[in-house]
C-alpha cells in the first residue's frame, strides 16, 4: 500500500518527524490491516477502514510520545474506527421473508418470461449477477436508474466517497468478469 496523508500535514511537520512518522507507518501497516481485516472480513474495507487509522493518526499524532505508547494509541484509535463501521452495518435495515409474509406481502408477482431483445442485455444481466451484492447495488444506482452520487450513498446507506470507491471497484471488476461471461 501506499503512503496518504494530507499534504498540508506533513508540511507542517520538520523532515526528521516526517522520517519517523513514515517508518511507524511502515512498521504497522501491515499489523493494522491484518487487525481490521479479521475483523471485518472484507479485503475493500479493511483497506479502507486502514486509510481512515492512519489519516486520523497523522491528523492528531503526538511526536512527543513514545514507541510504545504510539502504537498502543494506533490501535486505540483502529479499535474505536473499526467499532464505527460495525456499528453503522448493524443499523441497516435487514428483514425476512417472515416478517414481509407477515406484513402482507404475497410473493413475487408471476412474469412473464420475455426473450432478452439482443445479446448485449442478457450479457449485462449475467454479468451483474455475478458481482457481489454491493457492488451490483451501486452500479444499478449509478448507471440503471441514474443517481446522482449523493442520491446513491443515501440509497445504500454509505458515504459519497465510498459510493465512488464502491463503483470505481465494481466497474474493475466486471471488466475482469467481462471475458468469463461472454464465453458463458
Not at 507507518?25 to 479479521?38: D, M
Not at 474495507?45 to 489519516?55: G, K
Not at 418470461?113 to 439482443?118: D, H, K, L, T, Y
Request: charge should be neutral; proline fraction near 3%; hydrophobic fraction near 40%.
Amino acid at each position: 500500500m501506499q503512503t496518504m496523508w494530507p499534504e498540508h500535514a506533513v508540511k507542517e511537520v520538520p523532515l526528521d518527524r516526517q522520517q519517523e512518522f513514515q517508518q511507524f507507518y511502515q512498521e504497522n501497516l501491515g499489523l493494522i490491516y491484518r487487525h481490521v481485516y479479521n475483523q471485518v472480513g472484507i479485503r475493500e474495507e479493511a483497506e479502507d477502514l486502514t486509510s481512515q487509522i492512519f489519516l486520523k493518526v497523522v491528523n492528531s499524532i503526538d511526536h512527543e510520545r513514545s514507541r510504545l505508547s504510539m502504537k498502543k494509541w494506533l490501535y486505540l484509535i483502529a479499535r474505536s474506527i473499526i467499532a464505527d463501521y460495525l456499528r453503522a452495518q448493524y443499523r441497516l435495515p435487514k428483514s425476512s421473508l417472515d416478517e414481509l409474509l407477515e406484513a402482507g406481502w404475497e410473493g413475487p408477482a408471476e412474469l412473464e418470461v420475455i426473450a432478452p431483445s439482443n445479446r448485449a442485455e442478457e450479457r449485462v444481466e449475467r454479468l451483474l449477477q455475478a458481482l457481489p451484492e454491493k457492488y451490483r447495488e451501486v452500479l444499478k444506482c449509478r448507471f440503471l436508474l441514474k443517481l446522482s452520487v449523493k442520491a446513491t450513498a443515501l440509497k445504500l446507506g454509505v458515504t459519497e466517497a465510498n459510493v465512488k470507491v464502491m463503483q470505481f471497484r465494481a466497474l474493475k471488476r466486471a471488466t475482469n468478469l467481462e471475458q468469463v461471461v461472454a464465453e458463458q
